[in-house]
């Protein structure tokens, strides 16, 4: 399974977070740089498909930095966030090749639709398997915080460990039928409403 992999570059924690929490949960694995000038050492260190860039940034802007990164990717994708657009930073998104020009605030499903639309040009798409993986696991997380339970205790319902359910939740280790059944009658549920809109 190839795992789609974002960095998000932006001054402001709470944006990041926000992103982290939200790009985590569609099963994307997230790293955060909150300081520019480390940017280019996070993509030197591991291989990311996209980066999330903020403009206005304390000691090296998004635009710059922007060049800096085409001058040694011209491949990877960038969408960039700003709270202040302006026809220089859209002509310059341009000029660089960016995939995607956001609005801060910025919707849900506007970030979904980037991601999902650079995702499709790039070839990255994740196979419907994993997508099944990924839907199921969110379910089981979310069904379970919904009836407070911690992991260990829905261990304890179904004998199965926690460290299965952990990789199950996190769409790492795929479920059997019997681990399922097991789930959805330690929660309560139909076994079909694990598998959400699938």
């Known amino acids: 399974m190839q795992q789609l992999s974002i960095l998000v570059v932006d001054d402001d924690k709470d944006v990041c977070e926000y992103l982290q929490d939200f790009l985590s949960s569609e099963g ?17 260190q ?10 206005m940034m304390p000691k090296l802007n998004g635009i710059d930095l922007l060049e800096q990164i085409r001058q040694s990717d011209d491949d990877i994708a960038v969408i960039i966030l700003t709270g202040y657009p302006s026809l220089e930073t ?11 020009y956001i609005r801060k ?12 639309r650079i995702a499709k ?3 990255l798409i994740l196979r419907r398997e994993d997508e099944l993986h990924a839907s199921i ?4 997380r979310e069904l379970r ?17 926690v460290s299965l359910l952990s990789q199950i939740e996190r769409a790492e280790s795929s479920a059997s039928v019997s681990s399922l ?3 959805a009658t330690a929660l309560d549920v139909p076994i079909t409403e694990l598998f959400g809109s699938f």
């Open 105 to 116: 605030p910025f919707t849900i499903a506007e970030f979904r639709e980037a991601i999902q």
């Open 137 to 140: 696991g969110r379910n089981i």
């Open 46 to 55: 591991s291989e990311y498909h996209v980066v999330v860039l903020d403009i």
């Open 145 to 161: 915080k919904t009836r407070g339970l911690t992991l260990k205790q829905l261990s304890r319902r179904t004998n199965l460990s």
């Open 121 to 123: 040009k790039k070839g």
């Open 181 to 183: 059944f097991k789930v």
């Open 90 to 100: 859209a002509t310059s998104s341009i000029e660089h090749d960016v995939s995607a």
């Open 28 to 44: 994307y694995r997230v790293s955060i740089v909150n300081d520019p000038t480390n940017a280019l050492e996070a993509l030197r």
